[in-house]
C-alpha cells in the first residue's frame, strides 16, 4: 500500500531540511492506516517502531512515497515494514530514504492485548512478503 506526501516549509528543520519527526509522524499514521484496512473492527495502537536511521537529507517540495508492507502475523500483533523514497523535483533525482518496521497491537477497550481477527485481503500490497 503506498501513500504520498509532499514536504512543505512546516515540514522543514531549522537547517531547512525535513525535520525528523515529521517523519516519524508519518510513518505511524500510515501505519496505523494499513492495520486498520486489514483489522477494521480492531482498536490498534503502535507498540513499538525499531531503531530509527535517516539515510539521506530531503528538501522542501520533494514528493514522498511511503510503501507500507505486513511483514509478520502474530496472535495479538501485526508488523509492517514502511519504506520511504522522495522524489526531488529540484535535482530531477528518486531516492532512498527512510525504512523501519512498526509494530500494532490490538487491544480491548481496557487496554489489554486481544486476539487479532483474520485480515482482510484489501487487494493493494499490504502483505508483501
Known sequence: MDFYTLVRPEHLNH???????CMLKWVDEYAYIAALREFPSCRLVTRAMDAASFTQSVNNGALLRFRVCRIHLGRTSATYRVTVVARDF??????????ISVTMVSISADG?????PEPIVTGDGSDCD
Open 15 to 21: 537547517y531547512g531540511y525535513l525535520f525528523g519527526g
Open 90 to 99: 529540484q535535482a530531477n533525482d528518486v531516492y532512498p530514504v527512510f525504512e
Open 112 to 116: 489489554k492485548k486481544s486476539p487479532l
